[in-house]
């Protein structure tokens, strides 16, 4: 199977940075798109950013110039680089992956157990 790992989530001061990471292992032949989405309390999940495999990347207009992401393929690694944070950005933060665990199986995408980023004074 494939398990996704974020870290890096905490507690920042409005104005303040910080930098998730998120590791893909197990049975993985390839992975295409990686990005990251947030769920804020009674709020639905929303894409934050994504990467594709040859460095596209696409962000939500909310975090545009604020938020760097990017991806090490040797390591099957998505970071997301967060600066001038505001309360908004308070949420849980998920990693999502697609990824084939197979040259013939189809593309299917796993989700990271979220961490918390909680932005306020």
């Known amino acids: 199977q494939v398990q996704l790992v974020e870290s890096g989530g905490g507690l920042v001061q409005p104005g303040g940075s910080l930098r998730l990471s998120c590791a893909a292992s197990g049975s993985i032949f390839s992975i295409s798109t990686m990005g990251w989405y947030r769920q804020a309390p009674g709020n639905q999940r929303e894409l934050v950013a994504t990467v594709t495999s040859v460095g596209t990347t696409n962000y939500a207009d909310s975090v545009k110039s604020r938020f760097t992401i990017s991806r090490d393929n040797a390591k099957n690694m998505v970071y997301l680089q967060m600066a001038s944070l505001k309360p908004e950005d308070t949420a849980v933060y998920y990693c999502?992956?697609?990824?084939?665990?197979?040259?013939?199986?189809?593309?299917?995408?796993?989700w990271g157990q979220g961490t918390q980023v909680t932005v306020s004074s």
């Open positions: 999502i992956a697609f990824v084939r665990v197979t040259e013939a199986a189809p593309w299917a995408n796993y």
